[in-house]
């Protein structure tokens, strides 16, 4: 039994219920997400929010340049403190016109977002080539202070090149002035070639 087509304002009607229903949800679609605080409270504050498997991250300036090209196995992201934390970190770091990029690596880091600081732990390594040269900084702490364009640490430190080996604790970068400052009982042996 067919009773909408013999009775065209219930027609109207239920089209104009349908009309109205939809606008409702795509009204309640810009809300923003309701929390369930028993989920919360049962993933705990060490479980993250989100996750990242095999991230990449590419990064050009304004004249169309690589800048950086980062990467890690596993990003988890935690909204609370609007913390990441990442291993095995690597980035490739290109500018300032240098034919080979910084090449930047931990076992593990994290990103304060917030406040712009990238902490990189346990087996920190910057690898930077120099025409022929090739040196490695080497220390178990490191940040990265983008708003300030500063890496530092007061964690011992080692710089290993062809020349030598220049051991130190703590030090401080300035990346676009390209100044190092070693802080601490700094020494250093270094082979002259004949």
Avoid: H
Wanted: charge should be negative; aromatic fraction near 8%; avoid cysteine.
């Amino acid at each position: 039994m067919n009773w909408l087509p013999d009775r065209p304002w219930l027609r109207t009607l239920a089209l104009a219920g349908t009309v109205v229903a939809a606008v409702f949800l795509l009204w309640q679609s810009d809300e923003p997400p309701v929390l369930n605080e028993d989920v919360a409270a049962l993933r705990g504050d060490a479980e993250p929010d989100g996750f990242v498997i095999d991230g990449q991250y590419t990064s050009f300036d304004a004249s169309g340049n690589l800048n950086i090209r980062f990467s890690s196995p596993r990003i988890e992201q935690f909204e609370e403190g609007n913390l990441a934390t990442m291993e095995a970190p690597r980035a490739e770091l290109y500018g300032g016109g240098a034919p080979r990029p910084w090449i930047v690596e931990a076992d593990n880091g994290s990103l304060l977002q917030n406040q712009n600081l990238v902490y990189l732990t346990d087996n920190v390594r910057i690898q930077r080539t120099i025409g022929e040269r090739e040196a490695t900084l080497t220390t178990s702490t490191l940040t990265l202070d983008n708003d300030r364009g500063l890496v530092y640490t007061d964690a011992p430190i080692e710089i290993r090149d062809v020349t030598g080996i220049t051991r130190a604790t703590g030090m401080k970068a300035w990346i676009n002035e390209r100044i190092l400052e070693l802080n601490s009982q700094v020494e250093g042996r270094y082979e002259t070639g004949n």
